[in-house]
């Protein structure tokens, strides 16, 4: 009898704690050094964001800095195509003609995915136009990068023409 007034008392004990206990949602940032793979399909390290993007506030403006184009990306996909080059090619000739502006490059996805996923993804977007604008000759030390992932989509709604304007990354200047 003792023994199934002690079972009840646990029982109740972990019904109490299980419902007082909630779920943290953790998202990661992606710190990658290499974005010559193709897409986010393979395992990499998660780390915490870039240490400019952390110190960089962004001047408040509602378009992209003038002068500079976003690029856009398949889904799924942090490579740059051609035309992305290609406006980069541009933006890398704006940045040499304004050497005192600095920017930080943030890195956008669609609506699809996990919020983690996303979180990455749009940071390895946004890495991947840093990392090419640096090979094209610009400072490292005037790129910082951040990720929003899903978080600011450029058009709201759902079908392809509305996710493809989503995955993109942006050029803000800061301070």
Request: hydrophobic share 35%.
């Amino acid at each position: 009898m003792k023994a199934m007034q002690t079972l009840k008392l646990v029982l109740i004990a972990l019904f109490l704690c299980s419902s007082l206990i909630g779920c943290a949602k953790s998202t990661p940032q992606m710190d990658q050094e290499d974005v010559g793979k193709s897409d986010m399909s393979q395992p990499s390290e998660v780390k915490g964001a870039d240490e400019g993007s952390m110190k960089a506030e962004v001047v408040p403006t509602h378009d992209d800095i003038a002068g500079m184009e976003r690029i856009n990306f398949d889904f799924d996909q942090f490579t740059l195509s051609a035309e992305a080059r290609s406006i980069l090619g541009n933006n890398a000739k704006y940045l040499q003609a304004n050497s005192g502006t600095n920017v930080v490059i943030e890195g956008h996805c669609d609506e699809r995915g996990s919020d983690e996923y996303n979180l990455a993804l749009g940071e390895s977007r946004a890495l991947a136009a840093k990392n090419y604008l640096v090979s094209l000759g610009i400072s490292a030390k005037r790129l910082s990068v951040i990720s929003y992932g899903e978080e600011k989509p450029l058009s709201k709604g759902t079908g392809e023409s509305v996710w493809a304007q989503n995955r993109r990354a942006e050029f803000k200047a800061i301070k």
